[in-house]
């Protein structure tokens, strides 16, 4: 399953907005602010000797002028005062998705039972390590992703794109997935038979167990309309180690890589079909559900 996060490439947004603010701010702080003290200095020196002329003539002066006077002169210009005002949110802001948490939102079924179309997602993005973003090069590694996370990436194949899939193999997995039945380094899955799931976008149920992978307990669905095998897979990097038959197909996933899988496992398009996901794809770690506006009782963690 695909999504992009809000408006594109909005890190890039983010970024260039923090720096145009940021460098307006500096600016203004250091030199704009302080030359406008300087000239309202100035200002003010001829308005007091021009008022202490006009006073020691006898003419009555104005009240306030002095003050009017030294806010004009020291106001800033709007474009000076806006960036300003917005520098520090934005900073905020880039901060918080560039190195704690990023907001994505799930368009497709293919995470299903897990994830809903709709369902407002949060990405924890220093559990695998802090990268840099815009360029999302790692500068400090901290866990490795597991078997059973959630986990957003960039599309192998077209790395504009986020995607979520769930970690079924780590580098050096043997994974072996025939008759919709998974295998991991020569052992079994365990799996119990669930009632049937009811999608309500597609109108139709589909055959709902829940699997418990390495530990992690999590739901899946199979379509019993729809065959085992992979139907036409890419020709992506290292498919030399992967072997397909009429039955699933077999991948030794290789160093630095995951295999992912959606939960919807016969409606999801992943590492079956094109390949194993480098460790510099790797966005962040899946966690937690923090709205759909369409069901708001959806709100909390998921595994």
Known sequence: MSFQSILGNFSLILFVLTMVTGVIWFLDMF???????LNADKALADFDQRNAKLSAEGIRLQEGGRVELEFNLLKQPAWIEYSGSFFPVIAMVFFL????????????????????????????????????PIINKKVLSLNDPQRGDVMVFKYPENPSLDYIKRVVGVPGDKIVYRNKRLTVNGQEVVYETLPDF????????????????SGVKHRILNDVQMPAFVRDPHQFPKRELCTYDDAGFACTVPEAQYF???DNRDNSLDSRYWGFVP????????????MNFSSPKRI???Q
Do not use: C, H
Not at 199 to 207: G, P
């Open 31 to 37: 030199i704009l602010g302080k030359q406008r003290r």
């Open 97 to 132: 998705r560039s190195f704690l948490y990023e907001p994505f939102k799930i368009p497709s079924s293919s995470m299903l039972p897990t994830l809903y179309v709709g369902d407002l997602i949060l990405v924890n993005k220093f559990t695998y390590g802090i990268r840099l």
């Open 198 to 213: 009811l999608d309500e976008e597609r109108l139709s149920y589909s055959n709902q167990f829940s699997e418990s992978l």
């Open 260 to 262: 992912m899988m959606g």
């Open 279 to 290: 460790d510099q794809n790797i966005v962040g770690k899946a966690f937690f559900i923090w």
């Open 300 to 302: 909390g963690s998921f």
